[in-house]
């Protein structure tokens, strides 16, 4: 995330002027981002500093990762705390969340950043299926015996961490967070 934060930077300031010229006279200074699975949300750090030194109030969710209603309940009660509008980021599964919870009334609009756009009915499961696999590692994601997957901490570097030094990508393969089947297979409404 490192070395994608200028990029990542450059696309949530374009959104946010676009969001204020269209909204309204508001000016959003809020940003919530929900970050994808296997992960929590601190590889946005860079991110959120760069932003924050540009005068933006940035939040991050630290959803559970349990299932789709308690991930959006967790973005709900982020924007709940919201001192005026805010802009939605989602990345990877986190556009799943921001999908059901773009309807709070203290949402201005949703960035979608390599994430998933669902549509009614689809669920990540189906959005995945349906795209090209570019790893080259199909058993990769692994599961638990009561329906949690997680990934193969020597698959990790290649399918999640391919651009961070060796030593990041190990620590992150041991410290990531196991996401819910069943979260996975819920369909947007």
Known sequence: MKRLAPLVLAVLTCAIAGFQSIASA???????IVHGAFADGSG????????????????IV???????????????????????????VGHSYGGMVIT???NHKNVAGLVYIAAFQPD?????????????????RKDGIKATKDGFLYLDPEAF?????????????????????????????????
């Open 100 to 102: 059901e919870a773009g």
């Open 62 to 88: 630290q959803q559970p990762l349990t299932s789709m209603q308690d991930d959006v309940a967790s973005a709900n009660r982020v924007l709940d705390l919201q001192d005026g509008p805010a802009v939605l």
């Open 157 to 189: 570097p290649e399918l999640f961490a391919a651009d961070l030094p060796k030593t990041d990508a190990a620590f992150l393969a041991q410290s990531q967070v196991f996401a819910s089947q069943k979260g996975f297979a819920t369909e947007a409404t």
């Open 120 to 136: 009614k009915g689809e669920s990540l499961l189906e959005l995945a299926k349906s795209k090209p696999v570019v790893s080259t």
């Open 26 to 32: 508001e000016e959003v200074k809020n940003i919530v």
């Open 44 to 59: 946005w750090r860079a991110v959120s500093e760069r932003l924050e030194r540009q005068g933006y109030k940035i939040t």
